[in-house]
RNA sequence: GGUCCCAUCGUCUAGCGGUUAGGACAUCGGCCUCUCACGCCGAGAACCUGGGUUCAAAUCCCGGUGGGAUCACCA
């Protein structure tokens, strides 16, 4: 840690795609390390590739981390400190010194070799069985044989010169860590595009920036190593490293697109909650102690600790997600959740903005305990929006049973009845029928349920009658009726 | 292939020498109920393997096996 004792955390992705589940993770945890120690929370963006990064994903991530409860206190939008600018692509001059330390220093040399030598020296080393590392081709070239190429105008990229010796560290997860050099190639700091390599970028902005830890994934460890010498090279004090485990798709691999939905876009857009998200990564691969699955962001930041987390990958558990999911929509109130969910409902092409608020509370009052996703929404609110009503296979084979027919003639006289009131018919209208029939139980609610909703499951038929008016509800018993005397061909399936 | 990491129910995990190996999600069964869901109750389900160390090993050590990561002018 440097002299001050400040925890300083960072995340630093680099936008070349949305937010990855996994780094939304390693965002999340080093936001948590530094608001449990009252630290600082830095967002530095990596976009040093040129061709892949782009402007849009920049914002998406950031937005989605906003979305996540994430936020920042030094980064992009928060320049002006004394450590910015946060964005990579606009510290190239600050590179630029260091480099030219390194190269004076002799730690740092030309390369010229061009892309396809590299690839061909790499697929030989590993057709031999070698590891495929940079062999150094142009670390000893003589004065003659630089200019010779300068003067062929080839381009150059610059390496380190990396020396034999023993890196060793101490990992915060994984405790003593070693590393020889021998393992590691003169790996590039500067490309031949005069942009600086990752790790060359990182381990300056690091240092500069004050970062005391770097939480990171353990696909960094070896790079850890590379870093390190760097630190050794300029003589920086180096920071603590931290490096978890991976998130895992179901095949136990690191997981990626294949696996089907990995950025937090995604979740978001099939309405997975941010209490919810959250609340999964930060419990992925750790514990808080028996029963304790359910938490706040507060309380995680209050007992955060990297010892909590588990050395081993993390399979990425869509089953779990749903479930704290439906825990934290059952959270919400119905004003909170009419807000989140119309959106869902419009998208799919459901009108409820032409009803009132009221209207479309009840009606997601009464679907709230059968969401698990707010894309699930629509499927359920169909029923209550005459232009959407259907009925469904199931429904129809059950209004052809012969004890539908007289219940649901009970129930159209029922409505039809001088006595049936406009609104909250619901106790008239199911004892007349139960009068009527003497029916009970089943055999009285499931057809009704069935002219009612076009389905045979869904909320509460009180819910569904009290949001339901008569007349529509009228309308839907003559279909059923029709349903129920048609022979087969012309409701065949619905 | 080199290097590094990891290893408890299907999944996420608790365990830190002596436990009927606990919890959660999922699954299955029951109750509740007009249905589905919810809720409640219950069940099945795990210490990768072989050696040590020890009175005693899921726990400590070593070997094996398995899985993963990484070896880019990507981060």
């Not at 070698?130 to 070239?141: E, I, M, T, V």
């Not at 009970?410 to 009068?435: H, K, M, S, W």
């Not at 009704?448 to 839907?476: C, H, M, S, W, Y």
Request: glycine share 8%; net charge negative.
């Amino acid at each position: 840690m440097k002299n001050n004792e400040r925890v300083r955390a960072r995340f630093a992705p680099s936008p070349t795609g949305d937010l990855h589940v996994g780094n939304a993770r390693t965002a999340l945890l080093n936001w948590l390390f530094a608001r449990h120690h009252g630290g600082d929370f830095i967002l530095r963006v990596e976009d040093t590739d040129r061709v892949r990064t782009s402007d849009l994903y920049e914002r998406n991530i950031l937005e989605d981390l906003m979305w996540l409860g994430v936020d920042w206190d030094e980064g992009p939008e928060k320049d002006g400190g004394p450590y910015g600018p946060y964005r990579q692509s606009e510290r190239l001059e600050v590179y630029r010194g260091y480099l030219e330390r390194l190269s004076a220093e002799g730690r740092a040399y030309r390369c010229y070799c061009t892309e396809e030598e590299l690839e061909k020296e790499r697929a030989e080393l590993l057709s031999r069985g070698k590891a495929p590392r940079y062999g150094g081709r142009c670390r000893n070239l003589t004065a003659e044989q630089r200019k010779k190429l300068d003067d062929e105008g080839r381009a150059y990229a610059y390496r380190f010169k990396v020396e034999e010796g023993l890196i060793e560290f101490t990992d915060l997860i994984r405790g003593p860590m070693k590393f020889n050099a021998e393992d590691i190639g003169d790996f590039i700091v500067l490309r031949s595009n005069a942009v600086p390599a990752y790790n060359f970028a990182v381990v300056i902005d690091d240092y500069l920036m004050e970062v005391s830890h770097v939480i990171r994934g353990e696909d960094h460890l070896s790079n850890t190593a590379a870093q390190l010498m760097l630190y050794a090279a300029f003589g920086f004090p180096p920071p603590v490293f931290a490096h978890h485990a991976l998130v895992l798709g179901k095949d136990r691999a690191k997981l990626s697109k294949r696996h089907g939905s990995v950025t937090v876009r995604e979740f978001r857009r099939q309405g997975i909650l941010p209490e919810a998200m959250v609340n999964h990564l930060a419990l992925m691969g750790s514990s808080y102690g028996e029963g304790r699955e359910v938490m706040t962001l507060e309380e995680i930041v209050k007992e955060f600790s990297l010892d909590r987390i588990g050395k081993g990958g993390a399979v990425f558990d869509e089953e779990k997600l749903d479930w704290l999911n439906t825990v934290y929509i059952r959270k919400l109130d119905l004003e909170d959740l009419t807000a989140i969910v119309v959106p869902f409902l419009e998208e799919a092409g459901l009108d409820v903005r032409s009803r009132p608020k009221e209207w479309v509370e009840a009606v997601l009052g009464a679907v709230k305990g059968n969401l698990k996703r707010l894309s699930d929404a629509p499927y359920q609110v169909e029923i209550f929006l005459d232009e959407h009503f259907k009925v469904s296979a199931e429904a129809v084979s059950l209004l052809r049973e012969g004890g539908s027919r007289t219940v649901l003639a009970a129930l159209q006289e029922a409505l039809t009845d001088g006595n049936c009131p406009e609104r909250g018919f619901y106790a008239f209208v199911i004892d007349f029928v139960r009068g009527r029939t003497g029916l009970k139980g089943k055999a009285l609610f499931t057809p009704i349920r069935a002219a009612a909703t076009g389905r045979l499951e869904g909320p509460e038929l009180n819910r569904v009658f009290d949001i339901l008016d008569r007349e529509a509800v009228l309308k839907r018993v003559a279909k059923a009726l029709a349903i129920a005397a048609s022979s087969g061909t012309k409701y065949g399936c619905a």
